[in-house]
T-cell receptor, first 111, second 112 residues
């Protein structure tokens, strides 16, 4: 089976812009979670989707949003980018169990 | 709130020695504890996990122990090799739950 794929892998944006990141889970996995990884804060949970429904959300401002499509692919959007949003954004998918499988991440740099 | 503390933040060992990473969780309802290894430029990869109904689990050179009473769990790597050098994350979650809390990570250096 193909693993979790994320696109794009690298992205450079400027402050105030918005960005959309995409995640394709492992075939058959219906749960997709998003994390922000920074050197100072480690892995911070953003949100989790299952069957197109957001089931849980972390402590991030409303500028961070996401959605899941009927084929389980997921997107996350960050509006009005700030310098502090520079990070590695990781997507993880899981089947019925809670074991998560991570993608390679999208590295976002905000200038 | 929910929290997972991980120690040490950095660990340097000689090839062939053992390495131990320790974590403490705060939510007593947590019952699933995975460990991930993250190499440079890659996403975290699951290396071993343990459920709360088991006290210890071993997979070749890697073992995990769990003390539910103390809310501690640890990763043990024996006979370390240079390719074990990476960042290791512990995590805690509730089976069937929708959120996993990660520790801050341990950067392991294995010197040849």
């Amino acid at each position: 089976k193909a693993g979790v794929t994320q696109t794009p892998r690298y992205l450079i944006k400027t402050r105030g812009q918005q960005v959309t990141l995409s995640c394709s889970p492992i075939s058959g996995h219906r749960s997709v979670s998003w994390y922000q990884q920074t050197p100072g804060q480690g892995l911070q949970f953003l949100f989790e989707y299952f069957s197109e429904t957001q089931r849980n959300k972390g402590n991030f401002p409303g500028r961070f949003s996401g959605r899941q499509f009927s084929n389980s692919r997921s997107e996350m959007n960050v509006s009005t980018l700030e310098l502090g949003d520079s990070a590695l954004y990781l997507c993880a998918s899981s089947p019925v169990s809670e074991t998560q499988y991570f993608g390679p991440g999208t590295r976002l740099l905000v200038l | 709130g929910e929290n997972v503390e991980q120690h040490p933040s950095t660990l340097s060992v000689q090839e062939g020695d053992s390495a131990v990473i320790k974590c403490t969780y705060s939510d007593s309802a947590s019952n699933y504890f995975p460990w991930y290894k993250q190499e440079l430029g890659k996403g975290p990869q699951l290396i071993i996990d343990i459920r709360s109904n088991v006290g210890e689990k071993k997979d070749q050179r890697i073992a995990v122990t769990l003390n539910k009473t103390a809310k501690h769990f640890s990763l043990h790597i024996t006979e370390t090799q240079p390719e074990d050098s990476a960042v290791y994350f512990c995590a805690a979650s509730i089976f069937g739950g929708f959120k996993t809390i990660f520790g801050a990570g341990t950067r392991l250096f294995v010197k040849a």
